[in-house]
């Protein structure tokens, strides 16, 4: 049984490893397709395993490997009845697999047809686009705070990190919706006590806990959202929105300052400008520059080698 075993691994090795090296020393071209020919089965088997794990199926799958393990186990330790069982059932097997997998093969087969397909491989929409979008998300939740006078406290993440602060609340990482913000800071509900924090277009974390301004000049009257609003802005380049639950009125802390009692539209126009447009504005610009500086470095050695050509041409 072993020496089968081992005979069948040989002639496996000899007849298609083997060869296939053989081939690829006769023809180094070869190796490029190879390397894009495993490239694409491995980035297809990560993300087919990334949607099976987010679907009822997986514990499915799992058993569907197990089956074929145990069918290639039968075949290498000669256990003829159990392999004929196990081959017989594989025959009905691909059926199977369409009725089992139908809804997720129809998803897949919508995607192709939408520009989701983009989504599926990762290529997901322009980030400054994405950033815009969840902005007017959390306008239109404010607002709806504003109007209930819901306490509200929602940190914008910037360049700056604060890991540290999101360590501190109860990790989420949700989409950015305006539903699931108003939800979250209902009062007597789990998570309304603290700060969300939105980092990299995401809702990364609620419940956080800011640290608050002690300054002698902060008013008095302002509570403890506020000074938390404050005392984050301080320790890092975040924007804070807050919401009043005396008042209703919607504050925005930048850069240790409080600009107090901003209308909806004032507000958008605050985030677009802080968190949108100064932001993605400069990184393009400062590839703008980079691009500039390259080509007016390279006409200045084109410059500096027609000049020495001259002085030789001269001399």
Not at 10 to 22: C, G, K, M, S
Not at 38 to 53: D, E, G, R, T
Not at 255 to 271: M, Q
Not at 281 to 298: A, R
Request: glycine share 4%.
């Amino acid at each position: 049984m072993i020496d089968n075993f081992f005979s069948t691994l040989t002639t496996f090795y000899e007849q298609n490893i083997l060869a296939y090296l053989q081939q690829l020393y006769q023809y180094p071209i070869k190796l490029v397709s190879l390397i894009i020919d495993i490239s694409i089965v491995v980035f297809l088997l990560v993300k087919f395993i990334k949607v099976m794990k987010n679907s009822r199926a997986w514990q499915i799958f799992k058993g569907i490997i197990f089956f074929l393990i145990a069918t290639a186990l039968s075949s290498i330790l000669n256990l003829h009845i159990l392999n004929w069982i196990l081959t017989s059932l594989t025959t009905y097997g691909v059926i199977a697999l369409i009725v089992i997998f139908q809804p997720e093969l129809r998803r897949a087969l919508e995607q192709l047809g939408t520009n989701k397909l983009t989504k599926f491989f990762g290529f997901d929409k322009d980030l400054a686009t994405k950033t815009k979008e969840d902005v007017y998300k959390i306008v239109i939740a404010a607002t709806e705070l504003s109007k209930t006078r819901t306490g509200a406290l929602i940190v914008i993440e910037r360049d700056i990190k604060i890991q540290d602060i999101i360590s501190t609340g109860i990790e989420m990482n949700s989409e950015v919706s305006p539903q699931l913000l108003v939800n979250i800071f209902v009062p007597k509900t789990p998570l309304h006590d603290g700060a969300v924090i939105i980092s990299n277009n995401k809702i990364a974390a609620a419940a956080c806990m800011l640290p608050l301004a002690s300054d002698q000049d902060i008013s008095k009257e302002l509570g403890t959202r506020h000074r938390a609003a404050i005392g984050m802005s301080k320790e890092s380049d975040s924007i804070v929105v807050v919401v009043s639950e005396e008042t209703g009125k919607i504050s925005v802390a930048k850069d240790g300052t409080l600009i107090a009692d901003v209308k909806e539209d004032a507000l958008r126009k605050i985030l677009i400008k802080n968190v949108v447009t100064s932001r993605f504005d400069e990184k393009k610009s400062q590839k703008i520059n980079k691009i500039k500086n390259m080509k007016l470095f390279k006409k200045q050695q084109e410059m500096t080698v027609k000049v020495s050509e001259e002085e030789k041409n001269n001399k």
